[in-house]
């Protein structure tokens, strides 16, 4: 039986999570409250988008923002993920790294050498993220070897946490989607027309809702000088000098060659 005070705690984290009214939201505000629930090192949410070669994680929300270092550098490595046949399966699925493979294999590969390894990260927990069979994205948490073990009862109350993530991701992902689309702003034809990342994208949609720096960051989980470094390749691709030029060139239909 899960105790009372767990039970109130795994109650405020399904609380928070539907309170989450953006993707970018599930790493600002759920992602804090599940470290209550399951302690852990490192955590982060990545959405699956599916692109003509491959499919792949993208747009790590992370949390300490910091980790978001190493999920950027997953996305490079991630070919030579073992655990990638997460990202396709029609059902939501859950397991602890370290019983699926042995730790010499775990330490030695090239994903925990390029990218957990300065993070001194040990094992983690990975959940597929699936709504109605439509694979939406992957959950990780990570621990040291300090941090010990994760136990039987924190798989069993993270699967209760996911049957409302799946759900909630859904509607967050398909509402920013359409977003997209509706709002005046076609922002996958110009991330196709210009070749912006997933991160330039994000960046844009946030510019859509006339945020300040400040915010952006923020709601980025990345450092004003890192959204800076974002700004200026948009700027190069687009070929703008400023962020009113971008709103700009959007509110004409994606018109400028």
Known sequence: MVKKNIFLILNNVVCELYRCQT???LGQFFLPMLRMLIPFRYASIMRREDTEARIRLVDPLCIPAAFAEAEQNYMRFADDDY???LNCCRESTLFRESDLVGEQQRLRSTIYQKCYQKFNVYDSLQYGIVFNGR???ALSIFRCREDGPFTSDELFL???????LNQH???LLDK???RDTV????LPAVAKKYSLTSREVQLLEQLTHFRDNREIAEAMQVRES???KHFQNIFRKLGVSSRWEIMRLLLEGNSRS
């Not at 993270?158 to 409302?164: E, P, Q, R, T």
């Not at 709002?183 to 076609?186: H, L, W």
């Open 176 to 178: 920013m989607y359409h």
């Open 23 to 25: 993707y970018a939201e």
């Open 158 to 164: 993270l699967s209760s946490v996911g049957i409302h």
């Open 83 to 85: 655990t990638g046949w």
């Open 169 to 171: 991701m859904s509607t």
């Open 226 to 228: 890192t959204l800076q």
């Open 135 to 137: 694979p939406l994205g």
């Open 183 to 186: 709002s005046g702003y076609d």
